[in-house]
């Protein structure tokens, strides 16, 4: 009986689990010889998401493929962070996202663009939610370095909602702010 109850409560958690999307990015496959032979494992990247805003990667390693994604998987949900985007579509204002010899550009793009990014950028963008931005990888094309430049930039990305909060003022008069300067750049273009 409490057998049946502990299966139930299982399969319960694996239905409230689901709002979260995986992406495997790179798994890569590396050996260890012994006086008895080459030993394999494999170590998977995996990018987790729940395409609402929220993104996190994790590696995993074992000596089975599986088990390798399921601890990538688990360790992705623990490490995930929230990002702002502007209409739930693309990113506020243009990024750069820096580790190690990785460096990423990341652009706000008009509606209709799509995800222009390489491999696994495109993963951390899919996952995330976003529908257009323009990206762009310098330096290092490791996996693993670009997607941690990746979330290191979207990380530093913010909302003008923060950033008013932090200000203490109302998002409306950050806004106006913004336009202000260049709205009176362009009146005496027109007088001219």
């Known amino acids: 009986?409490?057998?049946?109850?502990?299966?139930?409560?299982?399969?319960?958690?694996?239905?409230?689990?689901?709002?979260?999307?995986?992406?495997?990015?790179?798994?890569?496959?590396?050996?260890?010889?012994?006086?008895?032979?080459?030993?394999?494992?494999?170590?998977?990247?995996?990018?987790?998401?729940?395409?609402?805003?929220?993104?996190?990667f994790g590696k995993g390693k074992a000596k089975e493929v599986p088990e390798a994604i399921r601890k990538a998987t688990e360790q992705a949900k623990r490490q995930m962070v929230r990002v702002p985007l502007r209409d739930g579509r693309t990113l506020h204002h243009d990024i750069e996202g820096r580790h190690g010899a990785g460096k990423v550009i990341m652009r706000t793009a008009p509606v209709g663009t799509g995800i222009i990014a390489g491999g696994p950028m495109r993963a951390v963008f899919e996952m995330l939610g976003v529908q257009d931005v323009v990206s762009k990888s310098v330096g290092s094309a490791n996996p693993y370095n670009m997607i941690r430049a990746t979330i290191d930039g979207l990380t530093k990305s913010q909302s003008p909602r923060n950033v008013a909060q932090r200000r203490g003022k109302k998002v409306a008069e950050i806004l106006n702010k913004e336009a202000a300067p260049a709205a009176e750049a362009e009146a005496p273009a027109a007088d001219a």
């Open 1 to 56: 009986m409490a057998e049946r109850e502990n299966r139930g409560r299982g399969r319960n958690r694996e239905e409230q689990a689901p709002e979260f999307a995986d992406r495997l990015v790179a798994i890569n496959r590396v050996s260890k010889t012994t006086k008895g032979g080459k030993n394999f494992g494999f170590a998977a990247l995996v990018v987790v998401g729940d395409q609402k805003g929220r993104v996190g």
